[in-house]
Nanobody
Framework: QVQLVESGGGLVQAGGSLRLSCAAS????????MGWFRQAPGKEREFVAA????????NYADSVKGRFSISRDNAKNTMFLQMNSLKPEDTAIYFC??????????????????WGQGTQVTVSS
């Protein structure tokens, strides 16, 4: 079992930046893709970005492409999400997750088996 802890959320003005971190512990493996998802009040959880185990392949939602950047440091078992040019519609709880099986970084939440508790990101206009 993998334990995930997100950090780095907070309140920021529109146009600002935040960097989220996801620290993994337990049965971690660099063979597994990891991803970020978010859930706004009253909305379904949605895909944000994902990264392969090696970090060579990334996948982004159209809504964040060009503004957000996902990365990982396997030596430190940590994944990051650099968020720039933030918009009020980016306000949500952000969750990190680890894939159930080795493979490409997927957009589907069903393919992720371990989840963190989430970190709140609030963007004011």
């Amino acid at each position: 079992q993998v334990q995930l802890v997100e950090s780095g959320g907070g309140l920021v003005q529109a146009g600002g930046s935040l960097r989220l971190s996801c620290a993994a512990s337990g049965r971690t493996s660099s063979s597994y893709a990891m991803g970020w998802f978010r859930q706004a009040p009253g909305k379904e959880r949605e895909f944000v970005a994902a990264i392969s185990g090696s970090g060579e392949t990334t996948n982004y939602a159209d809504s964040v492409k060009g503004r957000f950047s996902i990365s990982r440091d396997n030596a430190k078992n940590t994944m990051f999400l650099q968020m720039n040019s933030l918009k009020p519609e980016d306000t949500a709880i952000y969750f990190c997750a680890v894939a159930r099986l080795p493979g490409s970084p997927s957009r589907s939440a069903f393919l992720y088996g371990s989840w963190g508790q989430g970190t709140q990101v609030t963007v004011s206009s």
